[in-house]
């Protein structure tokens, strides 16, 4: 098995639909994050979580709804999305601060 | 404002020839990585820097560390259309910080 593992690797969703994204790692680490990648930005800091606990929000509209049930699984749930989200979001983990073991992604288009 | 810059933002380059890529900061960073990321995939770490001046090398890739920790450089070697991809620089302020991305290089290697 890969380090990060994200499903679904596409998705496709109305405006109003709710949807989630599933994070997975094998590394024994300690740190997930969810990060946006929108075409001609930088990579966004979505969250991040250290031991389960949510340790940073990066101004992120309430739309988007991340749970950590435990340090290997991280959840991002999608409810009432704006065309604008489209992107693909990555998952990573770390052990402490800096490198970072990214997932696939997950391409997510909003209708 | 960008805290990490990147340049060139785009580089078509034929097979063999050599490139370097620049990471610039106004700031001091406790250690920068390099990532690279091929369409609809997640970054890949390469390499990890933090020692002012340091040089690490991998096969073809020559990474470097400024002196001040305020910038660094990749240097491809003989570039290979396998080096295809965008290159993201990222770095952490201190080991506390959250890692910041620069907005990345997209490499081009024509065979």
């Known amino acids: 098995e890969t380090g990060v593992t994200q499903t679904p690797r596409h998705l496709v969703m109305g405006m109003t639909n709710k949807k989630s994204l599933k994070c997975e790692q094998h590394?024994?680490?300690?740190?997930m994050y969810w990060y946006k990648q929108s075409a001609k930005k930088p990579l966004e800091l979505m969250f991040v979580?250290?031991?389960?606990?949510?340790?940073e929000n990066n101004s992120v509209p309430s739309r988007f709804s991340p749970e950590c049930p435990n340090s290997s699984h991280l959840f991002l749930h999608l409810h009432t999305l704006q065309p604008e989200d489209s992107a693909l979001y990555l998952c990573?983990?770390?052990?402490?601060?800096?490198?970072?073991?990214f997932g696939e992604g997950s391409r997510l288009t909003v209708l | 404002t960008q805290l990490l810059e990147q340049s060139p933002q785009f580089l078509s380059i034929q097979e063999g020839e050599n490139l370097t890529v620049y990471c610039n900061s106004s700031?001091?960073?406790?250690?920068l990585q390099w990532y690279r990321q091929e369409p609809g995939e997640g970054p890949v770490l390469l390499v990890t820097?933090?020692?002012?001046?340091e040089v690490k090398k991998l096969k073809r890739l020559t990474f470097q560390f400024g002196d001040a920790r305020k910038d660094s450089s990749l240097h491809i070697t003989a570039a290979q259309p396998g080096d295809t991809g965008l290159y993201l620089c990222?770095?952490?302020?201190?080991?506390?910080?959250?890692?910041?991305f620069g907005p990345g290089t997209s490499l081009s290697v024509i065979p």
């Open positions: 990573a983990s770390s052990q402490g601060a800096g490198e970072l073991f």
């Open positions: 590394l024994g680490h300690n740190a």
């Open positions: 979580y250290n031991f389960k606990e949510q340790t």
């Open positions: 700031s001091v960073f406790s250690s």
């Open positions: 820097v933090v020692t002012g001046g």
């Open positions: 990222a770095g952490a302020k201190t080991s506390y910080d959250k890692v910041i």
